[in-house]
């Protein structure tokens, strides 16, 4: 192969394997240099293209699904005694419950969510093994967001959201296929928020398996062109 | 774009008068069918359709359709209240 055809084709793995992260936005994961501590700083320069490749996934994969600026990092569990470090990723479901969902306690519609988004979440975060291997990864947090099930024309629509923080040993376990869906938010701590009202920590019932993220496709949804989704 | 909004203003009516509380068969209907969503209908605002192609829908039009704000900016807890930098 001639020098001018190997740089071509080097051009153009490079242009095409970009192409998820390119057309993306970047501005959902927090820069390394917006953190307080060295550790964090290091964990995110360390694994910038591993959170800007689940950022990446999350938007072209998940259309329905909206990640917020920064809402992805190695963030710090608020009110954490020392400098537990957790790969973060906060996503906001902005599709309108089904009447079936709106009747359901809160509880109920938590551990719903939670089998729905926690277990695909946590394996998109752990895609890159290099991220889950490294040592100074404590565990895992997940926050998400939906609509409050509420008549329509009764003001400014209001967000319910669970905060799942799950131990690094915990979460490695359910994804190696050792834990059990079942009893996986029995290892987590869940935060509950009714709006900007915290509930405080909530119990969530046995979870279930739950394959809508991988089967529910939003109807036409072109994918952009060299984005491939799995 | 009238007919339409009409249409979905018909449509929420409908749901919000069929919902009420969840009884074991509607758990066990949702439960079952696991969908958690009525629809995807809003976004038909922001699919340009043409006579004689089939109507596509790009992440561009997606994010379009949720910075217009059909639903409005939500009232939710800040990521400060949860974690820390």
Sequence with gaps: MSGKRLVAVVALVALTAGVAIAAAPTDR??????????????LASAHVHALQELSAGIYHCWPWVDVPRNGIGFYRPRGAQQDDRHLSTRISIEQEPSPAFASLRFEERATAMFSRYIPPLLRRMTKDPNVAADPKLDGFTAIVDWPKPAPRGTGRPVSE????????????????????????????????????TPLGQITLGPAWDDNFVATFKVANYQLEPGVVCN | ????????????????????????????????????????????????????????????????ARDEGWWGKAITVSQEQMLER
């Design chain 1, 29 to 42: 994961v927090l820069p390394a240099h917006e953190y307080t501590t060295e550790k964090a700083r290091a």
């Design chain 1, 161 to 196: 959201t669970i905060a799942v923080f799950i131990d690094k040993a915990s979460a490695l376990e359910f994804l190696s296929g050792r834990g059990d869906i079942k009893t996986l938010p029995s290892h987590a701590r869940v935060l509950g928020f009714d709006g900007e």
């Design chain 2, 1 to 64: 774009m009238r007919s339409v909004r009409g249409k979905l203003l018909l449509l929420s009516a409908v749901l919000i008068a069929t919902a009420g509380c969840a009884t074991s068969e509607e758990w066990n209907t949702w439960y079952t069918h696991r969908t958690h969503f009525a629809s995807y209908e809003h976004l038909g605002f922001s699919v340009r359709n043409t006579e004689g192609s089939s109507p596509k829908v790009t992440r561009k039009d997606i994010q379009l």
